[in-house]
């Protein structure tokens, strides 16, 4: 039997005859695909790294206007909505963390981490005083409703 592969040879006379330059050899393929896999991968990388770091702004920007929340926060309503924004930090730093642990980037995670341990300590420092766990500076004492308000349940 012949060691002709007919129908590689085939391709190539087919090529020869349409005008196209020969194929090249399968070590220049596998190395065009790897070199095309490996920009597909750095793209894919950019791509997470600007979207985390969209994500990690965005709850940065939560924490700092946490810093000047505009309203009243010690008692009643107004207490139960900082602790709604300071809980949408909390998720949203875990989400960051998610995000950075998927994609492997291990700067913003770092980041992203402390941020998930500030927003905890923000949470301790309005739940703490008002459960009894710790006495405030001033020796006032903290309570959850407001002074001359009576709580009512909402299952009566």
């Given at each position: ?77 107004s207490l139960l909505s900082f602790l709604g924004a300071e809980l949408a930090l ?59 308000t009576r709580w009512v349940p909402l299952w009566r």
């Open positions: 039997m012949s060691e002709i592969d007919w129908n590689r040879e085939l391709r190539r006379i087919e090529r020869e005859f349409d005008g196209l330059p020969p194929e090249p050899p399968s070590s220049v393929k596998r190395t065009r695909q790897a070199l095309e896999q490996l920009e597909k991968e750095q793209r894919e990388q950019r791509f997470a790294t600007f979207g985390t770091l969209a994500r990690l702004a965005l709850v940065i920007a939560l924490a700092v206007g946490l810093y000047w929340w505009p309203y009243p926060r010690e008692c009643g309503s909390l998720i949203g730093s875990v989400w960051v963390t998610a995000t950075t642990w998927r994609h492997r980037l291990a700067r913003l995670h770092a980041l992203s981490i402390v941020m998930v341990v500030a927003s905890l300590a923000l949470l301790a420092l309005e739940i703490a005083p008002r459960n009894g766990w710790v006495t405030r500076a001033d020796g006032r004492a903290a309570s959850w409703a407001c002074p001359g």
